[in-house]
């Protein structure tokens, strides 16, 4: 295995303040993944029931699978990954009608049941949504699928992390109060390093990603780029101890290639999400459209739910996201996609 080291470096500064045009990415962007077309599939739900989430997603996928030239098939690996999306709790988490159909997609196309994972932080915000067995009946929606929750610290590899001299030490949902313990046999050295979760892009032929919106304190949006970064690595929030620190690390983590090499789409639902509050749940401040996204662009994915989080907002008297918080600038600015919503190509889908 390829040893991985992301440094956390001023670059992302420079590139800020320079913004010198084709080269601005430097050298960190040799290599990379080209940025995706803003190109978003979009299918109405008539109601967010199994069977229309059922229609839907294939149909989407269908459409994907055309404009990419090839079916998902299963490849060397045989396996594929779904990052599900559960850390503000029951009523904001990935629906599961939407992670059942994907799977019988994937199903469809060749993928055997054990072979379909998913991948989530928190083990008990897991079992609250419904994506882990009921400690009552010991029963799951997603019986037979592996469950891998990362707060485990089993799917971590230590040659595979990012690097950032940023001190660790409180949970990155519950920001404002410290939730973990001082371990004094922590070294210096790896208290900077955030470990990368493994399994979605070295144990799958490719992975999905399964976010729900909110809006976030310090990130603006946790929406696609966030469950596919930070909440999909150890040791993450610290960076929350400052306003430029979690955007840096979240456009440098997803700007790696191996990771974006096997990111094959996001698949999100406006079944609900979130404007104000967040990323804890208040079902107060929550809007519920009948839309389902497919994109290759998780940058394009994160600047229109701005735009719908900043709009509620104005709507209901608060102030929009403010605009130093750089999160899609920045992983725009590394190729990771664009930000330009208004120039997002719709492409419908369905009924």
Request: charged content about 20%; aromatic content about 12%; overall charge neutral.
């Amino acid at each position: 295995m390829l040893n991985l080291r992301i440094t956390h470096f001023a670059l992302i500064f420079s590139l800020v303040a320079s913004l010198t045009g084709p080269r601005a990415a430097g050298a960190a962007a040799e290599g990379r993944p080209r940025t995706p077309e803003p190109v978003v599939w979009e299918a109405a739900l008539g109601d967010f029931s199994d069977p229309v989430y059922a229609a839907r997603v294939e149909q989407l996928i269908s459409r994907f699978e055309g404009a990419l030239g090839q079916k998902l098939a299963p490849g060397e690996k045989g396996r594929v990954g779904l990052k599900i999306y559960a850390d503000s709790g029951p009523g904001l988490a990935t629906p599961l009608g939407l992670t059942k159909a994907v799977i019988a997609a994937l199903e469809r196309r060749g993928y055997a049941k054990g072979k379909i994972f998913l991948v989530g932080l928190n083990q008990q915000r897991l079992r609250f949504t419904g994506y882990l067995p009921s400690l009552v009946t010991g029963k799951s929606a997603f019986d037979g699928h592996p469950v891998y929750v990362l707060e485990s610290g089993r799917y971590f590899d230590p040659v595979w992390f990012y690097d950032s001299p940023l001190p660790s030490r409180f949970d990155p949902i519950l920001v404002q109060k410290s939730v973990e313990a001082f371990d004094a046999e922590t070294s210096l050295e790896d208290d900077r390093k955030s470990f990368l979760a493994t399994p979605l892009f070295v144990d799958a032929d490719f992975w999905i990603n399964l976010p729900v919106y909110t809006d976030h304190p310090v990130l603006g949006v946790n929406g696609a780029l966030v469950n596919a970064t930070l909440w999909n690595a150890s040791n993450t929030a610290r960076f929350f101890r400052s306003p430029a620190s979690a955007p840096a690390a979240v456009a440098e983590m997803s700007a790696i290639p191996e990771l974006r090499g096997t990111w094959m789409f996001t698949l999100a639902s406006l079944e609900r999400y979130q404007f104000i509050g967040g990323p804890w749940f208040n079902s107060l401040y929550t809007i519920s459209e009948p839309r389902l996204w497919l994109s290759a662009d998780p940058v394009l994915l994160d600047s229109l739910m701005l735009e719908r989080i900043n709009r509620y907002r104005l709507r209901n008297g608060f102030n929009a996201v403010p605009d130093e918080i750089r999160t899609l600038e920045f992983a725009s600015i590394l190729g990771v996609g664009s930000r330009k919503a208004e120039q997002a190509r719709f492409v419908k889908v369905g009924d």
